[in-house]
């Protein structure tokens, strides 16, 4: 009985751990597959060819074109990485919340000897709110870091 259930929790763990990496596959991939529309929008946003372009035809305010195109670069260095960690941390804990309840809801307890079907908590809403509000946190501070500021 003692091997029957340590057997059964060794199972238990083995499933849990599957579906984990499984959570953690799709995140990753999700990833991937957000970053080329993260980097258009960071090029568009951040457009430094023009300066590129406007610096290579020798004009009289050189240096303060060299100097916009400077601020312009590393800003969409510190843009890049800040949104990569943002866009990161989002869908981990969007997709690690709804595959928890989703592991929940597909794995059964035996309570008595009955089978009872796991239910999803109330709370899944005011989660998915929650993961909302960090979406417009993020979208705001992305808006706030990629429009250049007019320099004098």
């Not at 989660?127 to 004098?152: C, G, H, I, R, W």
Request: proline share 3%.
């Amino acid at each position: 009985e003692i091997q029957e259930r340590e057997a059964a929790e060794y199972i238990a763990q083995a499933r849990r751990q599957y579906h984990f990496e499984s959570n953690q596959r799709t995140c990753n991939m999700t990833v991937l597959s957000m970053l080329p529309a993260l980097k258009e929008t960071l090029m568009l946003q951040l457009n430094s060819e023009c300066l590129t372009s406007l610096l290579k035809t020798r004009p009289t305010n050189n240096l303060k074109i060299w100097e916009d195109l400077k601020i312009i670069s590393f800003s969409r260095s510190i843009v890049a990485v800040y949104s990569t960690c943002m866009l990161v941390v989002l869908l981990r804990v969007q997709l690690n919340i709804i595959g928890g309840y989703i592991y929940l809801d597909n794995s059964s307890v035996v309570k008595n000897g009955t089978t009872l079907q796991a239910s999803v908590p109330n709370h899944f809403v005011q989660d998915l709110l929650l993961m909302e509000q960090v979406k417009d946190f993020a979208a705001n501070v992305y808006e706030a870091f990629s429009t250049p500021q007019q320099l004098e």
